[in-house]
Protein backbone atom coordinates (compact mmCIF):
# COMPACT_ATOMS: atom_id res chain seq x y z
CA UNK A 1 0.00 0.00 0.00
CA UNK A 2 1.68 3.40 -0.97
CA UNK A 3 0.01 6.80 -0.51
CA UNK A 4 -0.98 10.11 -3.00
CA UNK A 5 -1.61 8.50 -6.42
CA UNK A 6 0.87 11.62 -7.94
CA UNK A 7 3.95 10.34 -6.25
CA UNK A 8 2.72 6.27 -5.97
CA UNK A 9 5.64 4.21 -5.84
CA UNK A 10 6.57 0.62 -4.95
CA UNK A 11 7.88 1.26 -1.48
CA UNK A 12 11.20 -0.07 -2.52
CA UNK A 13 14.34 1.45 -2.72
CA UNK A 14 15.50 5.21 -2.40
CA UNK A 15 13.33 8.09 -1.57
CA UNK A 16 12.55 10.85 -4.37
CA UNK A 17 15.60 12.95 -4.96
CA UNK A 18 15.37 16.31 -2.60
CA UNK A 19 13.29 14.12 0.06
CA UNK A 20 14.43 11.92 3.45
CA UNK A 21 12.77 8.29 3.94
CA UNK A 22 11.88 7.41 6.88
CA UNK A 23 11.46 4.07 7.65
CA UNK A 24 9.54 1.46 10.64
CA UNK A 25 8.26 -1.36 12.33
CA UNK A 26 5.93 -2.18 14.98
CA UNK A 27 6.03 -6.27 15.79
CA UNK A 28 4.22 -8.12 17.89
CA UNK A 29 4.66 -11.58 19.26
CA UNK A 30 1.64 -13.80 20.99
CA UNK A 31 2.58 -16.95 22.87
CA UNK A 32 1.16 -18.93 26.05
CA UNK A 33 2.54 -18.23 29.62
CA UNK A 34 3.54 -21.05 31.88
CA UNK A 35 0.28 -21.60 33.70
CA UNK A 36 -2.32 -19.08 31.69
CA UNK A 37 -5.09 -22.18 31.44
CA UNK A 38 -7.16 -23.12 34.37
CA UNK A 39 -9.56 -25.41 35.52
CA UNK A 40 -10.14 -28.44 32.99
CA UNK A 41 -8.36 -26.57 29.69
CA UNK A 42 -5.42 -27.35 31.67
CA UNK A 43 -5.32 -31.13 31.24
CA UNK A 44 -3.28 -31.28 28.17
CA UNK A 45 -0.98 -29.20 29.58
CA UNK A 46 -0.59 -30.82 32.24
CA UNK A 47 -0.18 -34.14 30.60
CA UNK A 48 2.52 -32.87 28.42
CA UNK A 49 -0.17 -33.49 25.50
CA UNK A 50 0.16 -29.48 24.88
CA UNK A 51 3.06 -27.09 25.98
CA UNK A 52 3.10 -23.52 27.37
CA UNK A 53 5.65 -21.21 25.70
CA UNK A 54 8.93 -19.89 27.49
CA UNK A 55 8.93 -15.69 27.32
CA UNK A 56 9.75 -14.36 23.95
CA UNK A 57 13.01 -12.34 24.74
CA UNK A 58 13.40 -8.78 25.24
CA UNK A 59 15.12 -7.41 22.23
CA UNK A 60 15.91 -8.81 18.65
CA UNK A 61 13.44 -11.42 18.54
CA UNK A 62 14.28 -13.84 16.01
CA UNK A 63 10.36 -14.19 14.47
CA UNK A 64 11.59 -16.86 11.99
CA UNK A 65 13.84 -18.54 14.51
CA UNK A 66 10.66 -18.61 17.22
CA UNK A 67 8.05 -19.64 14.77
CA UNK A 68 10.26 -23.10 13.76
CA UNK A 69 10.60 -23.67 17.17
CA UNK A 70 7.01 -23.65 18.04
CA UNK A 71 8.69 -21.38 20.89
CA UNK A 72 5.51 -19.00 19.99
CA UNK A 73 2.04 -18.81 18.40
CA UNK A 74 2.06 -15.83 15.93
CA UNK A 75 4.00 -12.80 14.65
CA UNK A 76 2.07 -9.47 13.27
CA UNK A 77 4.79 -7.19 12.00
CA UNK A 78 4.12 -4.08 10.23
CA UNK A 79 6.23 -2.27 8.28
CA UNK A 80 6.08 1.11 6.73
CA UNK A 81 7.65 4.48 5.37
CA UNK A 82 7.22 7.72 5.08
CA UNK A 83 8.70 10.63 3.17
CA UNK A 84 9.37 14.25 4.03
CA UNK A 85 11.19 17.25 1.84
CA UNK A 86 11.06 20.46 3.42
CA UNK A 87 9.62 18.99 6.72
CA UNK A 88 6.06 17.87 4.99
CA UNK A 89 5.29 14.27 4.32
CA UNK A 90 5.24 13.97 0.68
CA UNK A 91 4.38 9.81 0.59
CA UNK A 92 3.87 7.20 2.37
CA UNK A 93 3.40 3.04 2.45
CA UNK A 94 3.49 0.22 4.13
CA UNK A 95 4.33 -3.63 4.03
CA UNK A 96 4.70 -6.34 6.18
CA UNK A 97 2.24 -9.65 7.54
CA UNK A 98 0.97 -12.48 9.67
CA UNK A 99 2.25 -15.18 10.03
CA UNK A 100 1.32 -18.61 12.26
CA UNK A 101 3.20 -21.08 13.14
CA UNK A 102 2.89 -25.04 13.78
CA UNK A 103 2.02 -26.49 17.28
CA UNK A 104 3.56 -29.72 17.69
CA UNK A 105 1.44 -32.03 20.31
CA UNK A 106 2.61 -35.16 22.18
CA UNK A 107 0.89 -38.53 22.53
CA UNK A 108 3.16 -40.76 24.40
CA UNK A 109 6.23 -41.18 22.19
CA UNK A 110 5.18 -39.64 19.21
CA UNK A 111 5.00 -35.82 18.27
CA UNK A 112 1.94 -34.59 15.41
CA UNK A 113 2.47 -31.16 14.45
CA UNK A 114 -0.35 -29.03 13.22
CA UNK A 115 0.18 -25.75 11.02
CA UNK A 116 -2.11 -22.85 11.79
CA UNK A 117 -4.61 -21.16 9.25
CA UNK A 118 -4.16 -17.99 8.60
CA UNK A 119 -6.38 -15.26 8.06
CA UNK A 120 -5.90 -12.31 5.25
CA UNK A 121 -4.25 -9.58 6.53
CA UNK A 122 -6.05 -6.46 7.14
CA UNK A 123 -4.61 -3.15 6.40
CA UNK A 124 -6.60 -0.17 7.37
CA UNK A 125 -6.39 3.08 5.31
CA UNK A 126 -2.97 5.12 6.48
CA UNK A 127 -4.53 8.08 8.60
CA UNK A 128 -2.61 11.13 7.39
CA UNK A 129 -2.34 13.96 9.42
CA UNK A 130 -0.24 17.18 9.40
CA UNK A 131 3.65 16.07 10.32
CA UNK A 132 2.62 12.12 10.91
CA UNK A 133 1.18 8.97 9.17
CA UNK A 134 -0.40 6.28 11.40
CA UNK A 135 -0.67 2.50 9.80
CA UNK A 136 -2.60 -0.34 11.28
CA UNK A 137 -2.61 -3.78 10.47
CA UNK A 138 -4.59 -6.90 11.78
CA UNK A 139 -3.31 -10.30 11.23
CA UNK A 140 -3.67 -13.75 13.05
CA UNK A 141 -5.77 -17.12 12.05
CA UNK A 142 -7.06 -20.23 14.25
CA UNK A 143 -3.66 -21.56 15.70
CA UNK A 144 -2.39 -25.48 14.99
CA UNK A 145 -3.93 -27.51 17.79
CA UNK A 146 -7.38 -29.07 17.46
CA UNK A 147 -9.94 -27.13 20.63
CA UNK A 148 -13.42 -29.25 20.63
CA UNK A 149 -15.69 -26.62 21.15
CA UNK A 150 -19.46 -25.10 20.61
CA UNK A 151 -20.90 -22.63 18.35
CA UNK A 152 -24.19 -21.67 18.13
CA UNK A 153 -25.20 -23.27 14.46
CA UNK A 154 -25.15 -26.17 13.08
CA UNK A 155 -22.92 -28.71 13.19
CA UNK A 156 -22.97 -26.64 16.79
CA UNK A 157 -19.48 -27.93 17.08
CA UNK A 158 -15.64 -27.33 15.89
CA UNK A 159 -12.58 -28.71 16.39
CA UNK A 160 -10.76 -25.73 14.83
CA UNK A 161 -9.39 -23.49 17.50
CA UNK A 162 -10.63 -20.22 17.97
CA UNK A 163 -9.21 -17.24 15.97
CA UNK A 164 -6.22 -15.61 18.21
CA UNK A 165 -5.16 -12.11 16.70
CA UNK A 166 -3.40 -8.88 17.19
CA UNK A 167 -3.79 -5.15 15.64
CA UNK A 168 -0.82 -3.04 15.74
CA UNK A 169 -0.69 0.34 15.18
CA UNK A 170 2.33 2.59 13.81
CA UNK A 171 2.54 6.01 13.39
CA UNK A 172 5.37 7.55 12.06
CA UNK A 173 6.60 11.61 12.61
CA UNK A 174 7.97 13.60 9.70
CA UNK A 175 11.02 14.38 12.45
CA UNK A 176 11.90 10.92 11.82
CA UNK A 177 10.22 9.38 15.16
CA UNK A 178 8.12 6.73 15.65
CA UNK A 179 5.95 4.79 17.80
CA UNK A 180 4.16 1.48 18.14
CA UNK A 181 1.02 0.76 19.61
CA UNK A 182 -1.42 -2.64 20.27
CA UNK A 183 -4.47 -1.14 19.58
CA UNK A 184 -6.08 -4.25 20.09
CA UNK A 185 -5.79 -8.21 20.38
CA UNK A 186 -8.17 -11.13 21.50
CA UNK A 187 -7.91 -12.14 25.05
CA UNK A 188 -5.77 -15.39 24.44
CA UNK A 189 -3.18 -15.85 24.55
CA UNK A 190 -0.58 -13.28 25.98
CA UNK A 191 0.65 -10.66 22.99
CA UNK A 192 4.13 -8.74 23.23
CA UNK A 193 4.68 -5.21 21.56
CA UNK A 194 8.67 -4.46 19.72
CA UNK A 195 9.27 -1.37 18.55
CA UNK A 196 11.12 -0.03 15.71
CA UNK A 197 14.35 -1.03 17.52
CA UNK A 198 13.21 -4.92 18.25
CA UNK A 199 12.96 -3.97 22.09
CA UNK A 200 9.75 -4.84 23.91
CA UNK A 201 8.13 -1.82 25.13
CA UNK A 202 4.53 -3.21 26.46
CA UNK A 203 2.50 -6.55 26.85
CA UNK A 204 -1.22 -7.39 26.98
CA UNK A 205 -2.42 -7.73 30.54
CA UNK A 206 -5.20 -9.29 30.77
CA UNK A 207 -6.02 -13.09 29.05
CA UNK A 208 -8.35 -15.43 29.41
CA UNK A 209 -8.81 -18.80 27.85
CA UNK A 210 -12.03 -19.39 28.89
CA UNK A 211 -13.63 -15.88 27.71
CA UNK A 212 -11.43 -16.54 24.72
CA UNK A 213 -13.70 -19.70 24.15
CA UNK A 214 -16.98 -18.43 24.87
CA UNK A 215 -16.14 -15.34 22.68
CA UNK A 216 -15.66 -17.98 19.91
CA UNK A 217 -19.24 -19.30 19.71
CA UNK A 218 -20.06 -15.76 18.79
CA UNK A 219 -17.60 -15.79 16.41
CA UNK A 220 -16.37 -12.42 17.55
CA UNK A 221 -13.33 -11.13 15.46
CA UNK A 222 -12.49 -8.20 13.24
CA UNK A 223 -13.20 -10.45 9.95
CA UNK A 224 -16.73 -10.39 11.39
CA UNK A 225 -16.53 -6.83 12.03
CA UNK A 226 -16.23 -6.90 16.10
CA UNK A 227 -12.86 -5.49 17.85
CA UNK A 228 -12.12 -5.49 21.59
CA UNK A 229 -9.44 -3.52 22.99
CA UNK A 230 -7.05 -5.13 25.45
CA UNK A 231 -5.78 -3.87 28.41
CA UNK A 232 -2.15 -2.96 27.37
CA UNK A 233 1.01 -2.55 30.05
CA UNK A 234 4.19 -1.11 29.99
CA UNK A 235 6.88 -3.28 30.76
CA UNK A 236 9.23 -3.41 33.99
CA UNK A 237 12.80 -2.51 34.19
CA UNK A 238 15.28 -5.26 32.98
CA UNK A 239 16.02 -6.40 36.75
CA UNK A 240 12.28 -6.65 37.50
CA UNK A 241 11.35 -8.28 33.89
CA UNK A 242 14.83 -10.95 34.29
CA UNK A 243 13.46 -12.13 37.80
CA UNK A 244 10.10 -12.71 36.82
CA UNK A 245 10.44 -14.62 33.80
CA UNK A 246 12.75 -16.81 35.56
CA UNK A 247 10.08 -17.11 38.40
CA UNK A 248 7.27 -18.03 35.86
CA UNK A 249 9.42 -20.57 34.35
CA UNK A 250 9.76 -22.01 36.98
CA UNK A 251 7.00 -22.84 38.45
CA UNK A 252 7.78 -23.03 41.91
CA UNK A 253 4.77 -20.56 43.43
CA UNK A 254 1.27 -20.73 45.00
CA UNK A 255 -1.57 -18.57 43.17
CA UNK A 256 -4.02 -16.38 44.24
CA UNK A 257 -6.46 -13.79 43.24
CA UNK A 258 -7.41 -9.99 43.99
CA UNK A 259 -10.55 -8.69 42.55
CA UNK A 260 -10.80 -5.31 40.79
CA UNK A 261 -10.70 -2.21 43.33
CA UNK A 262 -9.15 -4.20 46.21
CA UNK A 263 -5.53 -3.30 47.54
CA UNK A 264 -2.89 -5.26 47.62
CA UNK A 265 -3.13 -5.58 51.07
CA UNK A 266 -6.58 -7.47 50.94
CA UNK A 267 -4.04 -10.45 50.15
CA UNK A 268 -1.73 -10.89 52.91
CA UNK A 269 1.42 -12.64 52.65
CA UNK A 270 4.17 -13.63 55.30
CA UNK A 271 7.26 -11.68 55.47
CA UNK A 272 9.27 -14.02 54.19
CA UNK A 273 7.26 -14.05 50.78
CA UNK A 274 7.28 -12.41 47.64
CA UNK A 275 4.28 -11.57 45.01
CA UNK A 276 4.79 -11.86 41.01
CA UNK A 277 1.50 -10.50 39.09
CA UNK A 278 0.84 -12.82 36.84
CA UNK A 279 -2.17 -11.34 34.88
CA UNK A 280 -3.94 -8.69 35.31
CA UNK A 281 -3.39 -4.73 36.24
CA UNK A 282 -2.25 -3.42 39.09
CA UNK A 283 -2.24 0.79 39.61
CA UNK A 284 0.20 2.18 42.21
CA UNK A 285 -1.28 4.96 44.08
CA UNK A 286 0.89 7.36 45.88
CA UNK A 287 -1.29 9.74 48.51
CA UNK A 288 -4.23 8.19 47.20
CA UNK A 289 -3.46 9.87 43.64
CA UNK A 290 -2.84 7.20 40.88
CA UNK A 291 0.67 7.55 39.84
CA UNK A 292 1.21 4.39 37.45
CA UNK A 293 -0.04 1.17 36.51
CA UNK A 294 1.68 -1.87 35.98
CA UNK A 295 0.63 -5.42 34.27
CA UNK A 296 2.00 -8.97 34.65
CA UNK A 297 6.04 -9.59 35.73
CA UNK A 298 5.80 -6.55 38.55
CA UNK A 299 7.43 -7.70 41.81
CA UNK A 300 6.38 -6.72 45.28
CA UNK A 301 8.68 -7.51 47.79
CA UNK A 302 7.56 -6.29 51.85
CA UNK A 303 10.92 -6.95 53.59
CA UNK A 304 12.56 -4.25 50.86
CA UNK A 305 9.60 -1.43 51.28
CA UNK A 306 10.98 1.92 51.95
CA UNK A 307 9.49 4.40 54.52
CA UNK A 308 8.09 6.33 52.30
CA UNK A 309 6.94 3.65 49.85
CA UNK A 310 4.97 2.21 53.40
CA UNK A 311 3.50 5.87 54.35
CA UNK A 312 2.10 6.93 50.71
CA UNK A 313 1.86 4.22 48.76
CA UNK A 314 -0.76 2.16 47.75
CA UNK A 315 -1.34 -1.07 45.16
CA UNK A 316 -4.53 -1.68 44.27
CA UNK A 317 -6.26 -3.94 41.60
CA UNK A 318 -7.06 -2.04 38.20
CA UNK A 319 -8.61 -5.14 36.83
CA UNK A 320 -9.25 -8.87 38.51
CA UNK A 321 -5.49 -10.15 39.03
CA UNK A 322 -3.95 -13.59 39.50
CA UNK A 323 -0.70 -13.01 41.75
CA UNK A 324 1.92 -15.89 42.70
CA UNK A 325 3.38 -16.11 46.01
CA UNK A 326 6.56 -17.71 46.14
CA UNK A 327 9.46 -17.73 49.28
CA UNK A 328 11.89 -14.66 49.00
CA UNK A 329 15.19 -17.36 49.54
CA UNK A 330 14.11 -19.10 46.61
CA UNK A 331 15.31 -16.20 44.64
CA UNK A 332 18.27 -14.91 44.01
CA UNK A 333 18.83 -12.28 46.48
CA UNK A 334 21.19 -10.21 44.67
CA UNK A 335 18.10 -9.90 41.48
CA UNK A 336 15.91 -8.90 44.11
CA UNK A 337 17.78 -6.02 45.18
CA UNK A 338 18.14 -4.98 41.76
CA UNK A 339 14.49 -4.76 41.45
CA UNK A 340 13.95 -2.96 44.33
CA UNK A 341 16.76 -0.10 43.66
CA UNK A 342 14.46 0.25 40.48
CA UNK A 343 11.37 0.74 42.34
CA UNK A 344 12.86 3.35 44.82
CA UNK A 345 14.58 4.93 42.49
CA UNK A 346 11.55 5.98 40.43
CA UNK A 347 9.24 5.95 43.65
CA UNK A 348 12.13 8.81 44.43
CA UNK A 349 11.77 10.71 41.53
CA UNK A 350 8.01 10.94 41.91
CA UNK A 351 8.47 11.83 45.52
CA UNK A 352 10.77 14.83 44.39
CA UNK A 353 8.25 16.21 41.44
CA UNK A 354 5.11 16.14 43.87
CA UNK A 355 7.55 18.20 46.31
CA UNK A 356 8.58 20.69 43.43
CA UNK A 357 4.74 21.02 42.55
Known amino acids: MTGPVAGQRSGAGAAAPGSTRVEATATCLSWIPPQAVEGVFKLPFGLG ?9 DSGPDIAGLLAADAIRFANQLRAWIEVRDGEITDWGMSGRGQLGSTTVRLGSRALTFAGVAL ?3 LAPPEVHPGRVRF ?4 GGHTGAAVP ?3 RHPPFARLT ?6 TVA ?24 YDTEGNLTHKSALISYRHWLRRAEDEDSPWSGVAHPVPVAHVQGAAERSLADAILVSGDYRQHRLPAGAPLSDAPIAE ?23 GPGA ?8 QVSKEHVTVRARTPCRLAVLVRDHLDSDALLSVATEKTSRLQAYAANATHH
Do not use: N
Open 49 to 57: VAHYDKPPP
Open 120 to 122: PDL
Open 136 to 139: TQTA
Open 149 to 151: RHV
Open 161 to 166: APIAWS
Open 170 to 193: LTIHADGSSRAELAGASCFPRHYL
Open 272 to 294: TEVHVLLDGLLVIEFDGKPIVEV
Open 299 to 306: IFDPAKRT
